[in-house]
């Protein structure tokens, strides 16, 4: 035989498996092109800060570890579908040899058309997605994006070897398989399943843990830790539930005989179950899969969405300077150049927002008569405790109160639960309470934090100062950042008022100045940090469409496989059907119902998931300083809405081309 | 090879049955199944030929009869089957069952027309795996929307007489081919039908099923069923108490085992379709 031969022979089957295998094809294109504009988007010159690297090389590694598991994945099932094909050449006189190079001539015509198609539309559309990425970054600079070599020998050289993995696969299967196996193929005579008692049973309750987890956690700091430990338990329930948990149901309806010998249910409940046994993990890997992609879009978008709220969160004034390690020169300095720049540029300090004072900051474990103080801030700790310490003087001041303290007694506001008891003891010093304060201009209270703070109202410096020696007494840290550490900062916030374009040259020029003529001083503007946060979430957001565009089109193809692969069965078995006796309504109506069923059980499933998430992740975003929870219900909502409707064009579509088979 | 010469030899047996058949039909209400010049021509889907399947057909079957038609490949017995069945339509001429009209049946009806009055076996069994034995078995009650106590009450009398008793709870892939197609008369004799309908039975079963399965074809009918067996089998064809013997989608001829035993019968068939096929070569 000649490589003529295996080349017309290896597009014949490709033609006459064309049912299955364009799909394929179009899935290997699309991941080509998915990973070739991310490889080359990360790869471009120039493009920003490192956070956003990072995340777009999150991205394209996601993108490889995916398109080696689905590529591989679709290729496994294509194969058990063709066992049949292959045997009947192996009986014809074909020797496993001639077969191989058969695959193999196929499976370079795949890759071929896989990876030039891919990287045809990558090219074409890279540049159209490396301007969506700017826009969602808000970002004007207009850099030049090109052909990405690298990126193309990147994606030439991973598909290939992806390509190369499944045939492998393939040729194993075939030298592994009798030719009497292969011609059987997958048309062997199929066992009811057992019901897995134990495992419906474990599904049941890892899913009621996982789901009893993300419900009780109350802190956004207990979310993190837990949320990871809920989501292994509600993938694993998911999976052994879709497995066990739904033929255990079948199977009791199955023994109510009353319910079972309906002709409504009887066709459905006993189809069912084969079908469950069949395609149990495909519905759990859709299941799953919609779940990632809603929690993905969803979160991201919220974060993109919210941007101003989050810039208001973090920075609740639009500018403001911290002086570490004070003086009264260097107050007086920053004052003068912050009065300078004011001036200068027209614009005045918003009176009701300015905020000048002292304050020391340390940690605290929250016992029942004070705090323990500490000087690592671990936020894993459910009683740990921000402490902001301020002098009395500061405190009058900014309230426009007259309040004098004695050394031993302390003024106490917290943002969160009130302190109830007289006395106070912070560190080794036992205070006597003076009284609690309602509320503070430096922080309203109740606001969603990742902790609650204690702002602490002294009788003057010297007192907070012993506070914060004695905190960081005996630390291993470095002797410059202890003395930073335990001495008090001055901070001063304000808004601006005048021209948008006046404020935004006043804190540059501020700014500017500071930072070369005052040491130790930290700036942070509003406006100047809005670019970092889009490049940060603006990623993030890009990732997660990116993502979830992928992981749908992974949905979709499981979905299609999975009509297909049942249409071959079920036509055998409808045909039958109506020679007994069943018309053409009664069967289309069981068809419907058991299509409707598999289609829409791993969406619902996929739905409560979502909710479910919905209060962990409302609770994990306050630690990227995400607060505005209807926001995020509302995003929510309409993510899920956008998917559901995707998510019946396909099965629309699907369906159909199952009816198409088993009519 | 001419048939229209063939003809001439059978038929004035033809002739003068047919003319009892209608005699009976105006008279006695004793006919269940009437056959009245069927024809079937089929268009090819590519150049638009025409295929004779049945050139007109004309039979009847009284009540507890057991009919066998013969006929080799492509003769147009499946066809002819499958229009009694009403599963197909025929081009011309009509299909009396009960003297009704079969082309009567709107299609919304014609399901559970067929569950009704009709019972069928075939070759393959068609026993679908996903089911157990008795669920196949009940199938037919089960979308007639019977109730499981009268399902249940119908069942045991059934399964007993065809000794799939003990197997009810297997599966088909779990049994053997005589014990399936046993399965399978019981599914279409749950239905208490007025006609079984069997294509060609004994076609995927070892001798010795075939013979059990025969025998109780013969019991079946004896209690008063009335059967219809499609087959090219000598020894399935041997059992019944009359053989039609269809070539080139005619009725050619027809054979009544009076009191002949199986094998005297299972002689003259043999005989018959000696003369058929020589006979035609002769020519």
């Not at chain 1, 009395?392 to 303290?405: C, F, I, P, T």
């Not at chain 1, 506001?413 to 109830?420: A, H, I, P, Q």
């Not at chain 2, 009940?138 to 007489?161: A, F, I, N, Q, W």
Request: hydrophobic share 45%; charged share 20%; net charge neutral.
């Amino acid at each position: 035989m000649r490589g003529q031969i295996y080349r017309k022979l290896a597009v014949t089957n490709l033609k006459n498996n064309r049912k299955t295998y364009v799909p394929y094809i179009l899935t290997a294109v699309l991941t080509v092109m998915m990973f070739y504009m991310m490889d080359a988007l990360s790869r471009t010159e120039g493009l920003g800060t490192e956070t956003m690297e990072v995340v777009l090389a999150y991205g394209r590694g996601v993108i490889v570890v995916f398109a080696v598991i689905f590529l591989f994945y679709t290729n496994s099932f294509l194969i058990k579908r063709r066992k049949r094909e292959i045997g009947v050449y192996h009986i014809l006189g074909m020797g496993k040899r001639h077969i191989a190079k058969m695959l193999l001539t196929e499976t370079l015509i795949t890759a071929v058309a896989g990876i030039g198609g891919g990287l045809l539309l990558g090219i074409a559309f890279g540049k159209l997605l490396y301007l969506a990425f700017l826009k969602l970054l808000q970002a004007h600079t207009s850099l030049k994006f090109e052909v990405s070599v690298p990126a193309v020998t990147d994606a030439v050289l991973l598909f290939l070897a992806i390509f190369l993995l499944t045939l492998c696969y393939n040729l194993l299967q075939i030298r592994l398989a009798n030719p009497v196996e292969l011609l059987r193929g997958s048309s062997q005579g199929e066992k009811e399943p057992k019901t897995k008692v134990l495992l419906a049973i474990a599904g049941f309750a890892l899913l009621g843990t996982g789901y009893g987890i993300a419900v009780v956690t109350e802190s956004p700091l207990e979310a993190i830790s837990s949320f990871f430990l809920a989501v292994i338990c509600v993938i694993l329930g998911t999976y052994a539930l879709f497995v066990a948990g739904s033929i255990a149901v079948l199977k009791i309806l199955k023994k109510k005989k009353s319910y079972y010998y309906q002709a409504k249910h009887f066709t459905t409940v006993s189809g069912m179950i084969y079908r469950m046994k069949q395609n149990a993990v495909g519905l759990a890997n859709i299941c799953i899969l919609s779940t990632m992609v809603l929690v993905m879009v969803s979160t991201t978008l919220s974060l993109y969405a919210g941007m101003d709220d989050i810039l208001r969160y973090r920075f609740p004034r639009e500018y403001g300077v911290r002086l570490l390690m004070t003086s009264p020169e260097l107050e007086t300095m920053t004052e003068d150049v912050i009065r300078e720049e004011t001036a200068g540029h027209s614009v005045t300090i918003d009176p009701d927002t300015e905020l000048s004072y002292h304050q020391g900051s340390a940690a605290g474990i929250l016992g029942t008569d004070g705090f323990d103080l500490k000087t690592e801030t671990d936020y894993t700790i459910s009683a740990l405790r921000e402490i902001y310490l301020i002098p009395v003087a500061d405190y009058n001041s900014m309230e426009g109160k007259n309040v004098s303290l004695e050394p031993d007694e302390v003024l106490a506001y917290s943002t969160g639960e009130d302190w109830k008891k007289d006395t106070m003891r912070i560190g080794s010093k036992e205070y006597q309470v003076a009284g609690t304060i309602d509320g503070l201009k430096v922080e309203p209270k109740n606001r969603s934090r990742v902790t609650d703070a204690y702002y602490l109202i002294l009788s003057d410096e010297q007192e907070i100062e012993s506070i914060l020696k004695e905190a960081w007494e005996g630390s291993d840290m470095a002797e410059e950042w202890i003395e930073q550490q335990s001495s008090v900062e001055y901070v001063h916030f304000f808004d601006l008022e005048g021209k948008e374009a006046d404020c935004t040259a006043a804190e540059q020029a501020i700014t500017d100045r500071l930072v070369s003529q005052v040491p130790g001083i930290q700036c942070e503007s509003r406006q100047q940090s809005r670019d970092s946060f889009y490049d940060l979430y603006g990623a993030m957001f890009f990732i997660g469409i990116y993502l979830g565009v992928l992981f749908l089109i992974a949905a979709v193809l499981i979905i299609y496989y999975k009509q297909i692969s049942e249409g071959y069965d079920d036509k055998e078995r409808f045909q039958i059907m109506q020679k007994v006796g069943m018309d053409q309504r009664e069967v289309r109506r069981t068809i419907r119902s058991q299509v409707l069923t598999v289609f829409f059980l791993p969406l619902a499933m996929a739905v409560l998931h979502v909710a479910v998430a919905f209060q962990v992740i409302k609770k994990l975003m306050v630690t990227l300083n995400f607060t505005n929870t209807p926001l995020y219900l509302l995003c929510t909502v309409i993510c899920i809405a956008v998917f559901a409707v995707f998510y019946a064009i396909v099965y629309a579509i699907t369906a159909r081309e199952y009816y198409k088979i088993v009519r | 090879m001419s048939s229209k010469s063939m003809e001439g030899h059978f038929s004035f047996f033809y002739n003068r049955r047919r003319k009892q058949n209608i005699e009976e039909r105006t008279g006695k209400q004793m006919t269940l199944l009437e056959v009245q010049n069927v024809k079937k021509i089929y268009t090819t889907r590519f150049g638009g030929n025409q295929v004779e399947a049945l050139r007109n057909v004309n039979f009847s079957v009284e009540q507890r009869e057991y009919v066998a038609i013969m006929g080799e490949s492509g003769s147009g017995k499946t066809t002819l089957l499958n229009i009694l069945a009403a599963l197909d339509r025929p081009t011309g001429g009509k299909v009396y069952l009960k003297g009704r009209d079969l082309s009567g049946v709107k299609e919304r009806e014609m399901a559970a027309f067929r569950r009704q009055n009709l019972g069928f076996v075939f070759q393959d069994f068609n026993l679908l795996d996903t089911f157990s034995i008795e669920d196949n078995i009940l199938l037919p009650l089960v979308l007639s929307g019977r109730k499981y106590k009268e399902m249940e009450k119908r069942l045991t009398p059934v399964v007993e007489k065809l000794r799939i008793a003990d197997i009810l709870q297997k599966y088909p892939y779990e049994v053997s081919g005589g014990q399936k197609q046993r399965a399978a008369v019981a599914r279409a004799l749950i239905t208490r039908p007025q006609l079984i309908l069997a294509d060609e039975p004994t076609g995927a079963l070892d001798s010795r099923a075939a013979d059990a399965l025969l025998q109780l074809f013969e019991e079946i009918n004896r209690d008063g069923q009335t059967i219809l067996m499609v087959t090219h089998s000598v020894k399935a064809a041997s059992t019944a108490k009359r053989v039609l013997f269809i070539k080139d989608g005619e009725v050619f001829h027809q054979l009544y085992r009076g009191n002949l035993t199986n094998e005297q019968m299972y002689q003259k068939i043999s005989d018959t379709l000696t003369v058929l096929t020589t006979g035609g070569d002769a020519r």
